[in-house]
């Protein structure tokens, strides 16, 4: 008999994170907690709701957090103090600020800020030096395999999804774990969809990067290649093992009709990018409704590998 689809909860994957998190935390740092600092000056609801939420999860798992609320004027200052202070160990600026308001020297102006986070303390993977690493295919993260160090919270969440149903292949020769596997996903934010659909690419996938108005076929091959296709969004979704879904907008929703048998479906957006009850009548599908939870635990993951890294005391805590 045919077997439909099933949806998953995150906290599959999340649990055990956090477990992991809590018994590193209790060890390592038993003398001096982690503490994380969060920077938000924006009215954006989901990023308010991120912000409760990491308070809530870092408090459950020994972790200090601080929430420091700015306005778009003081930003930039909270970034320097926190740069400066000894006893913090990550920065978390919640995005968006200025959205697509220019920087008077070039670019963006949210852009500019994840630029000024030292990146000793960039729980994000935001800043520049960390963009280097994620498009050159630098991995260092000691806590995974395969993982950039440090990169973007959602992307690693991904990752962990397809940890968790063995999409890796370990018998591939490191860096093409992913080899044979197609990928689209439909969001190319520098946040989330770029940072995603660049790790899988380095990991061996063919993944189809989606924005609004283009479509773009991402390979390994050559560092920071990007093909043109003439490939439909359909098309692609049509012949994909993976999809990922990321549409901030609560009316888009991805046909159903384009999926095939045994895809595995994650939806990263705050909105529901597909229509479950269609979507869970196709055969073998599996499908995550939402990451958040897993987003936070990278987050924390994050900040141990900094501590690990970067604290002064580095060596005298080191079990």
């Given at each position: 008999?045919?077997k439909?689809?099933?949806?998953?909860?995150?906290e599959l994957?999340s649990?055990?994170?956090?477990d992991?998190?809590?018994?590193?935390?209790?060890?390592?740092?038993f003398?001096?907690k982690?503490?994380l600092?969060?920077i938000?000056?924006s009215?954006?609801e989901?990023?308010?709701k991120y912000?409760?939420?990491?308070?809530?999860?870092?408090?459950?798992n020994?972790?200090?957090?601080n929430?420091h609320?700015?306005?778009?004027?003081t930003?930039?200052?909270?970034?320097?103090?926190?740069n400066?202070?000894?006893?913090?160990?990550?920065i978390i600026?919640y995005?968006p600020?200025?959205?697509?308001?220019?920087?008077?020297?070039?670019?963006?102006?949210d852009?500019y800020?994840?630029?000024q986070?030292?990146?000793?303390?960039?729980?994000?993977?935001?800043?520049?030096y960390y963009r280097?690493n994620?498009?050159?295919g630098?991995k260092?993260?000691?806590?995974f395999t395969?993982?950039?160090?440090i990169?973007p919270?959602?992307?690693?969440?991904?990752?962990?999804?397809?940890?968790y149903?063995?999409?890796y292949?370990?018998?591939n020769?490191?860096?093409y774990?992913l080899?044979?596997?197609?990928?689209?996903?439909i969001n190319?934010s520098?946040?989330?969809g770029k940072p995603i659909s660049i790790?899988?690419a380095n990991?061996?996938?063919d993944?189809?990067?989606?924005?609004?108005?283009?479509?773009?076929l991402m390979?390994k091959?050559v560092?920071g290649?990007?093909y043109n296709t003439?490939?439909?969004v359909?098309?692609?979704?049509s012949?994909?093992?993976?999809i990922?879904?990321?549409v901030?907008?609560?009316v888009y929703?991805?046909d159903?009709?384009?999926?095939?048998?045994n895809t595995?479906?994650?939806?990263?957006s705050?909105?529901?990018n597909?229509?479950?009850v269609?979507?869970?009548?196709?055969?073998?599908?599996k499908y995550i409704?939402?990451?958040?939870k897993?987003?936070l635990?990278?987050?924390?993951?994050?900040l141990?590998s900094?501590?690990?890294?970067?604290?002064?005391n580095?060596?005298?805590?080191?079990?």
């Amino acid at each position: 008999m045919d077997k439909s689809g099933v949806k998953y909860n995150s906290e599959l994957i999340s649990g055990p994170l956090n477990d992991k998190i809590l018994y590193r935390v209790n060890t390592r740092y038993f003398n001096s907690k982690p503490k994380l600092v969060g920077i938000l000056a924006s009215d954006d609801e989901a990023s308010q709701k991120y912000a409760e939420y990491t308070q809530k999860i870092c408090s459950k798992n020994g972790i200090s957090f601080n929430l420091h609320i700015a306005n778009k004027l003081t930003v930039e200052s909270y970034i320097k103090y926190a740069n400066n202070s000894p006893d913090i160990d990550g920065i978390i600026i919640y995005y968006p600020i200025f959205g697509d308001q220019d920087y008077v020297g070039g670019g963006k102006m949210d852009d500019y800020l994840k630029d000024q986070v030292n990146h000793k303390k960039d729980v994000e993977g935001l800043s520049h030096y960390y963009r280097y690493n994620l498009y050159h295919g630098i991995k260092s993260n000691i806590y995974f395999t395969p993982l950039h160090n440090i990169a973007p919270c959602t992307a690693l969440a991904v990752i962990k999804c397809l940890e968790y149903f063995n999409y890796y292949n370990n018998f591939n020769l490191p860096n093409y774990k992913l080899f044979g596997k197609t990928v689209t996903v439909i969001n190319r934010s520098n946040i989330v969809g770029k940072p995603i659909s660049i790790l899988l690419a380095n990991d061996g996938a063919d993944v189809y990067s989606v924005d609004k108005d283009s479509i773009f076929l991402m390979r390994k091959e050559v560092t920071g290649k990007i093909y043109n296709t003439e490939k439909s969004v359909e098309e692609a979704c049509s012949i994909s093992d993976i999809i990922i879904l990321g549409v901030p907008d609560p009316v888009y929703k991805l046909d159903t009709k384009n999926i095939k048998e045994n895809t595995f479906i994650i939806n990263v957006s705050s909105y529901k990018n597909i229509d479950e009850v269609e979507l869970l009548k196709i055969k073998g599908v599996k499908y995550i409704n939402s990451i958040g939870k897993i987003t936070l635990a990278m987050l924390q993951y994050n900040l141990l590998s900094l501590c690990d890294q970067f604290r002064e005391n580095n060596r005298s805590t080191h079990n």
